[in-house]
Every structure is written in C-alpha cells, then in structure tokens.
C-alpha cells in the first residue's frame, strides 16, 4: 500500500514538473500569442539573416579588394555615422505619422540598395567607392528605421507583454546573427559575395509582406510646434531624467569602445587564427549565440525587477570577456570568449532597452528611442573609427583589450550611481502604469527598476 502511495507521488510529481516546463516555455514565448507581432518576428528573422549574411560579405570583400584595417573601419563608420545625426529626426517622424507605413518604405529602400549592390558585385563591376556609397545609404534608411522600430514594438503587443516582446525581438536578432555569418562564410568560399549581396535583397521581402499583413489601430498622433522644438524635446526628456540619462551614458560608452571589437573579427580570423571567412563566420556565430542565450532569459522574466543590475554586470562582464579574448590565439579558446561578450553585450543592450521603454510616455517614444540609437549604433562608427586609427599604432589586440578595460570602468562607476536612479526610475514606471490603467500594485512592471536590493516588511 505504501508503495503504491510512494509510486503515486511520483507520477503526480512528474506531471507538475512537465506541467511547469510547458507553462515556463509558453512564458518565454508569451508575446507571439499576437499575431501582428508573429507577423514582424518571422518576417525580420529571415530579413537580418540576409543583413549579417551582406555584413559578413562585404567586410571580406572590402578586405579582398583593398587588404587595409582602416578601410574596414571607414565603411563601418560611413554605414552607421548617418545614424547619429540623422535618428533625431527619425524619432520625430515616429512621433508623428504611421510607424507602420514608415516600416515599410525603409525596408524598401533598404532592399533596392541590396540589390544594386549585388548587380554590381555578380557582374564584376564593384570598387570600394560604391560601397561608401551603399554603406551611407543603408545609413540614411536605418537613421528613420531603428527609432520607428523600436518605437513599433509597444504597438504589436500589449503593455504586459512589452518586456517579453523587447527580449523576442533582441534573441530573433541574434538568431539571425548566428544563421547569417555561418551561411555567408559558405557562400564566400563557393560562390563570391554578390550572391550573399543578393540574398539579403530577397529576404527584404518577407518583412515587408509581414509589415502590410498586420493589423495595427490607427493613432491619432499630435504635430505640435517644429521639427527641431520636437527634437529640442525628447534630448530635454533625456536630458533631466536621471536614470535614463545614465542608462544611455553607458550605452553610448560601451557602443564606443566595446562593440568595435566587431571590426576586427576578419583580423583576428586571418592574421591572429589563421582561418578564411568561415573563421570569420564561426567566430561571428560564437558571440550570436552567447547573444541569444541573454535575450532568452531576459524572455523568461516579467518584471523589470533588478535589470538596473544587470545592465552594470553586463557591462562589467563584457569588458573582462573582450580583455581575454585579446589575449586569445587559439581558435576554440577564442570561439568560447566570445559567447559572453555576446551574451553581456546583448544582455546590456537588451536590459537598457527594456527599461527605458517602461519609463518613457509613448507621445514621445520615438525620439527618446532615437536617443537610444545614437547611443547605441551611432556610436559604434566613432567607435570603429577611433578603434581603427589604435590599431594602426597598437595593433588590434590591444585595442579590443584597451576597448575592455574602458568598459569596466563604465561599469563601476553606473554601479556607483545606480542608488541615485532608483526611486526616480520606480516613481516614473508606477505613473506610466496608473495612466495606461494598470493597477501598480499588480503591474508586470512593479518592482523598483533600479532596487539593488529586496526590501521585507
């Protein structure tokens, strides 16, 4: 009898394991319950595996063509400096028309670009001016792009579901990171890189078709006063709201100095490993899938409870991650550093984004989120750009160690100021949530953003 009690427990026990596994995995994947979101999530997959695919190809292109370290770093820095002055003004055209509509002819843009730029490569006809000219390109349309993007997110999927929907979009990124670098690596070796070229021209058109299948509630948006008063604004917002500001400080920091490492992935695969672009692709993979794992379990979390620590250990971990992989010259070694400066990359970039999203007013999202764009892709050309002119002097692996170093700093000094943030940060989430008619006390959004520690009693 008591056997047959015991064997029972075990079942019962066996079927709330599983019961909580499927409730957990459901919970990870909470927002794909919107169809508009489902829309956006496979459309951009396919889309940014063709984007890392041309990014992968063109710096081996670049560096077929011309053999230099500064020219890489001068078409990373034409590509993305367009972002920098132009996302203010991308965010203020979020705030003020269809985001949706706004999608739909970047992506457009972005896709006859991809295809210009593969006719000339497939027929032999590519120099390394024409892709200064396509990188400044890519950078105009990103510059309207990234702030509407991120902007559209709150639009797809209901505010409970807004953190979950932040990390999908972030780990879909990195998928894509993954799946592209690997399968340009193939396509460069076998057939050139006009065809990945080509290949992301196509892809272009599955988020474009899953853009103009959603169904999206019309919003009446406010054009009040001018372009630039709309800019003077949301830098203002920015500007006197302490947690933000600081968010945004660090962000700007690490895209400076830790993402160019990014730049100099060819080198160490050609120069430092040994290897061709399926090196470079591998490599490129690693970091993707230390990328993916951060936004999955940033996925699994429904509070915006202790990210502000996060963002600080993040920042902390990429910078002793990159510190030892500048020291690396073994290919596995290397291959397994680069998942957690994947993974605390993301994790900062992800977490930074989330927090900021759950204290900004949606009549001026889109020019904060084209803040958040300067800081964090607009800064990447200086970055690469600074980053590129070091190397010529101290080489390239002590420049990603130096990169690393900068960012551990940073990570100190926000740890040091995150205390001021806090209540700042948890009055501002609280008001958002009793204005979008969410009761605080239970709020996907109740915890104190910033708290460093739990408070009982």
């Known amino acids: 009898m008591a056997r047959e009690v015991r064997e029972q427990i075990k079942r019962a026990n066996g079927q709330n394991k599983e019961e909580n596994s499927k409730r957990k995995l459901a919970d ?11 829309l ?32 890489l770093g001068l078409i990373g820095f034409a590509s993305q400096i367009p972002v920098f002055f132009l996302a203010p003004f991308g965010g203020v055209v979020a705030d003020r028309y269809n985001r949706q509509k706004i999608l739909v002819i970047t992506q457009s843009s972005s896709m006859i670009i991809a295809l210009v730029m593969a006719i000339l490569t497939l027929t032999g006809t590519i120099q390394v001016w024409h892709l200064f000219i396509f990188a400044v390109c890519f950078g105009l349309a990103n510059s309207f792009d990234i702030p509407t993007r991120q902007a559209f997110v709150s639009e797809m999927v209901a505010r409970e579901d807004l953190l979950n929907a932040i990390a999908l979009n972030s780990s879909m990124f990195n998928g894509a990171r993954i799946v592209g670098p690997a399968i340009a690596g193939i396509l460069v070796a076998f057939v050139g890189e006009g065809w990945c070229f080509f290949g992301n021209a196509v892809s272009y058109i599955a988020v474009i078709i899953g853009i103009l299948l959603m169904k999206i509630t019309p919003v009446v948006r406010e054009r009040k006063g001018s372009t630039f008063s709309n800019i003077a604004e949301g830098f203002s917002f920015v500007a006197k709201t302490a947690p933000i500001r600081g968010i945004l400080l660090l962000l700007g920091l690490v895209s400076l100095m830790g993402m160019p490492y990014a730049v100099f992935m060819l080198i160490f695969a050609d120069k430092i490993l040994g290897g061709g672009s399926d090196t470079l692709g591998y490599l490129m993979g690693g970091s993707g899938l230390g990328a993916v794992i951060a936004t999955l379990i940033l996925a699994s979390r429904r509070e915006v409870f202790g990210l502000g620590r996060w963002v600080s250990y993040a920042s902390g971990g990429l910078g002793i991650s990159l510190i030892l992989f500048s020291f690396s010259a073994n290919f596995w070694l290397s291959l397994i550093l680069l998942i957690p400066v994947g993974f605390s990359m993301m994790l900062q970039m992800s977490s930074s984004n989330t927090l900021i999203q759950a204290m900004v007013p949606d009549e001026i999202r889109g020019r904060v989120m084209s803040v958040y764009s300067m800081m964090f892709m607009g800064m990447s050309p200086l970055g690469a750009l600074l980053a590129g002119s070091l190397a010529e002097i101290l080489g390239a692996p002590k420049t990603v160690a130096l990169g690393g170093l900068i960012c551990l700093f940073g990570a100190v000094i926000f740890r040091w100021r995150m205390p001021k943030y806090r209540e700042e940060g948890q009055q501002m989430i609280i008001a958002l949530q009793m204005t979008a008619g969410v009761p605080a006390s239970k709020a996907s959004f109740q915890e104190p953003a910033f708290q460093s520690e739990k408070v009982k009693g």
């Open 40 to 71: 956006f999530f496979a459309g951009q997959f396919i889309s940014l595996t063709g984007t890392w695919m041309q990014s992968v190809a063109q710096s081996w292109l670049v560096y077929r063509l011309t053999g230099s370290v500064v020219l």
């Open 28 to 38: 990870t994947f909470r927002a794909l319950r919107h169809r508009n979101f489902q």
